[in-house]
């Protein structure tokens, strides 16, 4: 009886963990590689005035990286994207995001935020709730707490995974 049991269990647990995988499939298009993006955060209607064209206010919340190029890519309000349009201390500076463009998309989605300070350090970017210890992406009251969060900063290197590539690309 117990062995039967047993049997039954890990049946249960094969069964779990393959009808696991195949959701993961369903769910998973192919993921753009992430790159890095440099430049700065600025809002369209802005950069477009300076550039001669005139705008509406539709456009005033859409924001967009600025690279050295001149180049504007509009960043997605999504879970991380979004604090670009929050939050106007992140915007107006040099950054560095790691994130991707998705074929035939003009949209950056951005996935890690890098700013600097005043010595031109690289700081990892996000929100951070004193109280709880955990981070967040967006401002918002603290998911745990709903205390206010600050705006924190990291002095921290780009990821391996970019730099392997860069280096493999040389
Ligand atoms: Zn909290």
Same mark, same amino acid.
């Given at each position: 009886?117990?062995?039967?049991?047993?049997?039954?269990? $890990?049946?249960?647990?094969? %069964?779990?963990?393959?009808?696991?995988? +195949?959701?993961?499939?369903?769910?998973?298009? !192919? &993921?753009?590689?992430?790159?890095?993006?440099?430049?700065?955060? /600025?809002?369209?209607?802005?950069? %477009?005035? @300076?550039?001669?064209? &005139?705008?509406?206010?539709?456009? @005033?919340?859409?924001?967009?990286?600025?690279? !050295?190029?001149?180049?504007?890519? !509009? $960043? /997605?309000?999504?879970?991380?994207?979004?604090?670009?349009?929050?939050?106007?201390?992140?915007? +107006?500076?040099? /950054?560095?995001? /790691?994130?991707?463009? =998705?074929?035939?998309?003009?949209?950056?989605?951005?996935?890690?935020?890098?700013?600097?300070?005043?010595? +031109?350090?690289?700081?990892?970017?996000?929100?951070?709730?004193?109280?709880?210890? $955990?981070?967040?992406?967006? $401002?918002?009251?603290?998911?745990?707490?709903?205390?206010?969060?600050?705006? =924190?900063?990291?002095?921290?290197?780009?990821?391996?995974?970019?730099?392997?590539?860069?280096?493999?690309?040389?």
């Amino acid at each position: 009886m117990c062995y039967r049991s047993l049997l039954i269990g $890990i049946t249960c647990l094969c %069964l779990g963990s393959s009808g696991l995988a +195949n959701s993961d499939q369903k769910e998973t298009k !192919p &993921t753009p590689k992430k790159e890095l993006f440099r430049g700065r955060v /600025v809002i369209v209607k802005d950069a %477009l005035e @300076k550039r001669g064209i &005139t705008a509406f206010e539709e456009m @005033k919340e859409q924001v967009a990286l600025e690279t !050295p190029e001149g180049k504007l890519l !509009p $960043i /997605v309000a999504d879970w991380r994207g979004r604090a670009f349009y929050q939050d106007k201390r992140l915007r +107006n500076r040099k /950054v560095e995001l /790691v994130g991707y463009q =998705r074929k035939g998309l003009p949209y950056l989605q951005v996935l890690m935020v890098f700013t600097f300070d005043d010595d +031109n350090q690289r700081m990892y970017t996000d929100y951070w709730c004193d109280i709880c210890s $955990i981070p967040m992406y967006e $401002i918002k009251p603290c998911d745990c707490c709903q205390q206010d969060i600050r705006l =924190r900063f990291q002095p921290q290197d780009l990821p391996d995974y970019l730099t392997r590539d860069q280096n493999a690309k040389k």
